[in-house]
Structures are given as C-alpha cells and as structure tokens.
C-alpha cells in the first residue's frame, strides 16, 4: 500500500556539534540529583534535547517501572535552568496529560506500544489537535508496516511534527546486540518517506557501552538524522539499563570521535564524475547478475520438470545442505561473509522452489 506522510521538520539543531539531531539523558528519571545533575552536563556539550524515561515499559514485573509523575517537576525544573527541551515515552492518554501539564516538549511512543495498534489508535485519538511533536519508535519486532501504520495513525489524527526512531528488533538468537539493527528496515522506511527524518538509539540496539561508538559512527554513515542515546551521571547505580547508559565524559568522546560524511554530492565536481563511473560499473555488474540469475532460473525449471516427470520431491535436503556448505567456503574464499552467501542462497533457493511447485502442478 502506498502512502505519504504530511510532515512538518521541527528543525531542533544541535549547538557546536556538526550534526543534524542530538537527544541524550537517562533511562529513567530517579532522583532530583540525578536529572539536574546528567542534565546540566548534557547540557554543556550543546544537546538541545533532554530524555528522561517517567512510566517505563519493563518486559516483566518486578523491576523499576518508572517513579510516575513526581519525577515531572525535576525535568521542569532542568528545562528552565538549562534551556533543554524535554522528551519522555508515553504509553496513555494519563501520561499525554500529565507530561503536557509539566511543559514536557516531546513525546515519543515505544517500541511495545507501537506494536499494539489498539494503543497507537488510543494515544494518536488523545493526541488529536494537539501541536506537539512525536516520535515513533520502531515496534519491538521486524515489521516494518506496523511502524509506517503508526506513523499513519498519528498522522491521520493531524500530527504533522513526526519523526521515527531506530532502536532495533527483538531476536532470540546470538548476537552482540541487545535489539538486532536489521539496518534494512530503517533504510527502506527512509525510502518510502523521504520527508520522514529518523533517528537512531543506539543504546537499546547495543545494551552495552562498549558497541554504542561503532553503532553511531553506522548511523552518521547511513545519513540518519540525528542520535538518541542514554547517559547518566553515575550509570553503574542506574535503576534501568545500566549497561548501556555512559557517563557524560564518555558520551563527549563518542560525538567527538563521530565523522559526519556528506550525503550530497551533486555541488563536488571532480567527486561527483569519479563516483559516476564506478556507479556505471556497478549497474552494468548488476545487469550481469540479472542475467546470471535468469539462466539459472532456467536450468531450475528444466530440473523442475525432470523432478515431475520422475515424481521425485522438489526438496532435496541433502544437496541443498551441500549447496549451502559449499557456497559459503567458496564465499568465505572470496572474502565474502557468510552471512552475506548464507542469505543470498536462501533467496535462490526460496525462488527456485517456488518455481518448481509452479511447474509440479500444471
Ligand atoms: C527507552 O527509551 O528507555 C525505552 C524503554 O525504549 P524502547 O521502547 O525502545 O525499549
Ligand atoms: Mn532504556
């Protein structure tokens, strides 16, 4: 389903920092210190935005799920000493109320509530008439639609100050990341809403410190707009996500070792020809591997038809464990990853089966 979303650029830019969007403070608000404290010196590195969780979503019972509104006057309190425009999660119309009561400036959904429609319909109803900007992060799990639907529903209830935040999938296999990057999704979200900006928090991707530089040196390369991590004076005692909040001086060394790249081309001359002829190199190599691809295709359906005519199954698990074996040394040989091969011949050999159960039943 095509669609477009009607968005107005709120334009928050960072002060003496050469990026489009910094957001940064703690998971959750704890104490007055706390907030004053991380956010006097977010404020010194010239972040323009504060975060600071009040209610917060915990995947089980048990844990630290936010103080609740007493914790409101803090952030109040640090936005007219500092300057700092303030962001929290809202997941009800009580929390919209209470936030926008305390002058909160932004609001943003989670993950798990972007993943209810009910809830986004609920909040995006509340949120109706109301001039304040909203971010969107991703749902919990890889769907890209659910994320466009909410966007729709905040959108449709006439909120036009928009944007959407990467904070990675649920997975339940090994990785270093706490939540999967699946980098695909945000691009193609970018893809489909190019006045869309998108952020990414890098904290609830890497749910630790020591993978949060090489997550944000991705984002600036991937030209994402803007940063959303987690910090706080003393993370070690943090009541939620410890692992992954950084002191204020580490954040420091994280924007300054970060390299902003420069998307646009077009006004660099000698840089724009040189890329041009290696972009002419690459389409005529992709029109060989479309051309690869339909011969192979071709000699799948020759087997296709011998395997009918010989009633013999379309899948053969042992030579397609063989295949995948095989491609990935040959791969690895070529200095290709095995990721990379592994999920190119499942695609093959998805298509190709596809394919055959075509001809099998003609
Ligand atoms: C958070 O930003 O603190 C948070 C709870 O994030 P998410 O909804 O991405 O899990
Ligand atoms: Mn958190």
Not at 7 to 25: A, Q, R, T, Y
Not at 142 to 158: F, H, Q, S, T, Y
Not at 202 to 223: F, M, N, T, Y
Request: charged share 30%; proline share 5%.
């Amino acid at each position: 389903m095509n669609s477009s979303l009607d968005i107005v650029d709120i334009k928050i830019n960072s002060k003496n920092l050469e990026m489009p969007l910094f957001i940064s403070g703690p998971c959750s608000a704890e104490t007055e210190e706390q907030v004053m404290e991380t956010g006097r010196r977010v404020a010194e590195l010239g972040i323009p935005v504060y975060r600071a969780g009040i209610w917060k979503p915990r995947t089980r019972p048990g844990n630290f799920e936010g103080l609740g509104a007493v914790a409101l006057p803090w952030l109040r309190k640090l936005k007219e000493e500092t300057g700092l425009l303030i962001a929290t999660e809202v997941a009800n119309a009580y929390h919209i109320k209470e936030a926008l009561d305390h002058g909160v400036d932004i609001l943003w959904i989670g993950a798990r509530t972007t993943a209810n429609p009910f809830a986004v319909q609920e909040l995006a109803d509340y949120l109706g008439g109301k001039d304040v900007p909203v971010f969107v992060k991703n749902p919990v799990n890889p769907d890209i639609d659910l994320w466009v639907g909410a966007l729709e529903r905040m959108n449709k209830a006439g909120l036009k100050k928009l944007m959407a935040i990467h904070r990675g999938f649920s997975h339940y296999s090994q990785s270093p990341y706490r939540n999967k990057p699946h980098w695909e999704i945000p691009i193609e979200l970018k893809r489909r809403f190019p006045n869309l900006p998108i952020i990414v928090d890098p904290s609830h991707i890497c749910g630790r410190r020591d993978l949060l530089k090489e997550v944000c040196q991705k984002a600036a390369d991937l030209d994402f707009d803007g940063l959303f991590i987690e910090s706080h004076i003393n993370p070690e005692a943090a009541l939620s996500d410890k692992d992954q909040q950084v002191k204020p001086e580490h954040l420091k060394e994280i924007l300054d070792s970060l390299i902003w790249r420069e998307p646009d081309i077009s006004g660099m001359n000698g840089l724009k020809h040189d890329m041009e002829l290696m972009r002419l190199k690459i389409d005529q190599i992709d029109d060989e591997i479309l051309h690869i691809f339909r011969n192979r295709m071709d000699v799948v359906g020759k087997i296709g038809e011998f395997k009918k005519k010989n009633k013999v199954t379309i899948l053969q698990t042992n030579r397609w464990s063989e295949i995948l074996l095989e491609r990935k040394e040959l791969g690895k040989n070529l200095g290709l990853s095995e990721d990379f091969i592994s999920n190119i011949f499942k695609a093959i050999h998805q298509e190709s089966i596809n394919k055959q159960t075509v001809i099998m039943n003609e």
